[in-house]
């Protein structure tokens, strides 16, 4: 009887076109090294995962391609900057997906992702309908095929993450992600050396790290997106190693924060604090995490203030001091000067452009080239605003869609946080829903967030904890 293959490796028919492919990707590697040996990595990767199950390859993807995301243009070749390794995982996983589909294979669906995936679904739709009057449509285009990819990753999150194991082992990737992204930034800071991605790589005397997201701002950022993760640790976590491990990482991520100079991120870091005393107050059952929570905080609070005047634990020098002083930022403002003129005048211009377009918006991606076109522009045409970029872009029907999703997934988390006897759920609901309460101040850190990976990937650890919550058991844990 002739083997199959499917038990005793690959069949004669699959060797003999993977050699046949192999020796196609050699030659094209004498011209396109870089193309010719991606080419050959991909087919040695479908050889050995020819027999794995298509569930399990798609969670494996997905996790993959959300550190990829993390990692950003740092995995990108030399040549191509735009091509980078998760835009390039997201189209194979949306290829696989069609394919799937196309044999007559269905997409789970779990419950308490019917909505998000709605909401998503109309805020793309209307971003394509909007580029038919946006003033280019090629970044109409650009611009709404990032926010159907980024919601994407969003949605699939969930999907993938749907067990109380497959989630410890997401928690663990971006963990371990999250540890290089610091040890990167740590030796950037000590030693002035900077990755080729990095806005400050050729800039004298910067005091900031960036890490892998470009610039210090986007960096603060995601430094404040995981905070939450790693405070609400030794709040609510009873074994002792982990307690450790949430302090320790909540320092390093507050401490990096402060080291930026990002006042939208220190904001945030406030309001995550604050918010933390304030949800754990509300709860009688949550007491004993709350006396927990006020000494994490107290400690927080130690380590922040002292180090603003340039006296603390964390030796800021005298550049990051001046930037985190508001009283600057308002002298700016009054005065009509520096970073703080440039905000308002963008804020400012924001608003009036949506009124113009009677809401409607200009278009998917429009906003930069709007502001760019008009009298007075001062060389700074992102709105550093998210919020503001979403109602500008796609009018307020596109604002209206972004929070209807942010107050679900809110709400969702604080709920899950109150309700849930299961730790595990408690310790997500409650982290999700003072990451997305930090955001609020946040996203005016970062230029644009539309492909802000960080963003994206909070939101689908937030849908994630409404979704185990719909699975859990009788007893309210999940499996």
Partial sequence: MRSSGASGGPGVRAVALALAAALAAGALAVHAPVIGLGLAAVLV?????????????GRAAVLVAMVAALLGPNLAAPSAREVFAFRVLAVLIAAGVVAWLAMGRGVPMPDGLGWPTAIAGAWVSWALVSTLWAPSTTTALRWSFFLALMTGLMLAIPIAASSRRRLAWFLGALGLTFALAVAVALAEIATGMRLPTSALANRVGSFAATSFFGNQNNFATYLALALPYLLVLPVVARDVRLRALGLAGAVIAIALILFSGSKANLIATGIILVGMLVVLALDPAMRRAFIAAVVVVGAAVVLIVPSLFGAGIVPLPEQAVAKLDFSTLLAQVQ?????????????????????DTGGVGVGAGGAEDVVRAQQGYEGVANLHNWSLEVLVDTGVIGLGLLVALYAYMLVGNLRVARRTPDPWLRYMGLAGGLALMGFIAGSLGPSTAIHFAPMWITFGLCLTTIVLARRAGPDGRIP
């Fill in 45 to 57: 990767i479908a050889v050995l995962l020819r027999d794995a199950p298509l569930p399990a390859l």
């Fill in 335 to 355: 005065s009509g000067t520096g970073s703080g003129a440039v905000r308002t005048s963008l804020l400012e211009r924001g608003l009036g452009i949506a009124a």
